[in-house]
């Protein structure tokens, strides 16, 4: 037979999904918020911008879980993803009615933790090629068709640039 809950809160507690002491002092909401980015991944992390547990409302016995996302597109993402949030949240004691994702209507900054795990490329300055290698891109080339010949050749140039790159890193 299901359990019954009257509270919110006695839903997060009794469904096991914390029991050291020091988390469970935290509010419903707090322990929401740990849980979703614990089970989630970075993109989860980084475009979500907030959390609402809502209470059980009417005939319904668990909650519903509100995703604020910071863009339409990840909204979208995240609704096609939503059965695995929920069985990721399930296996973790959290069982819920649904998930819905809304777009926050605040400018929205990333989380510190987020921005530490998406490491942006530093932009390379490849160096130029010496005339002896253009020209030698240039007479391995002379015989492709026109349709390719400029695609091929500029994928051959920035291959000898990286190629020397790495030569003056090592």
């Given at each position: 037979m299901a359990k019954t809950y009257k509270t919110l809160n006695s839903i997060v507690s009794n469904e096991g999904i914390f029991s050291?002491?020091?988390v469970s002092k935290l509010s419903v909401t707090k322990r929401t918020?740990?849980?979703?980015?614990?089970?989630?991944?970075d993109v989860e992390a980084k475009h979500t911008t907030g959390l609402y547990l809502?209470?059980?409302t009417g005939y319904d016995k668990y909650p519903?879980?509100?995703v604020y996302v910071d863009k339409p597109t990840f909204v979208q993402e995240f609704r096609t993803m939503k059965h695995i949030y929920m069985t990721r949240l399930e296996i973790k004691g959290?069982?819920?009615k649904d998930i819905q994702f809304v777009l926050s209507k605040d400018d929205y900054k990333p989380r510190k933790k987020a921005d530490k795990l998406v490491k942006t490329p530093k932009k390379l300055v490849l160096p130029e090629l010496t005339e002896e290698e253009e020209s030698l891109i240039a007479s391995q080339t002379q015989n492709l068709p026109e349709s390719i010949?400029?695609?091929v050749s500029k994928a051959m140039s920035l291959s000898i640039r990286r190629e020397k790159l790495q030569d003056t890193q090592e």
């Amino acid at each position: 037979m299901a359990k019954t809950y009257k509270t919110l809160n006695s839903i997060v507690s009794n469904e096991g999904i914390f029991s050291n002491d020091g988390v469970s002092k935290l509010s419903v909401t707090k322990r929401t918020h740990m849980l979703w980015y614990a089970v989630n991944g970075d993109v989860e992390a980084k475009h979500t911008t907030g959390l609402y547990l809502a209470d059980p409302t009417g005939y319904d016995k668990y909650p519903t879980l509100i995703v604020y996302v910071d863009k339409p597109t990840f909204v979208q993402e995240f609704r096609t993803m939503k059965h695995i949030y929920m069985t990721r949240l399930e296996i973790k004691g959290l069982i819920l009615k649904d998930i819905q994702f809304v777009l926050s209507k605040d400018d929205y900054k990333p989380r510190k933790k987020a921005d530490k795990l998406v490491k942006t490329p530093k932009k390379l300055v490849l160096p130029e090629l010496t005339e002896e290698e253009e020209s030698l891109i240039a007479s391995q080339t002379q015989n492709l068709p026109e349709s390719i010949k400029e695609s091929v050749s500029k994928a051959m140039s920035l291959s000898i640039r990286r190629e020397k790159l790495q030569d003056t890193q090592e």
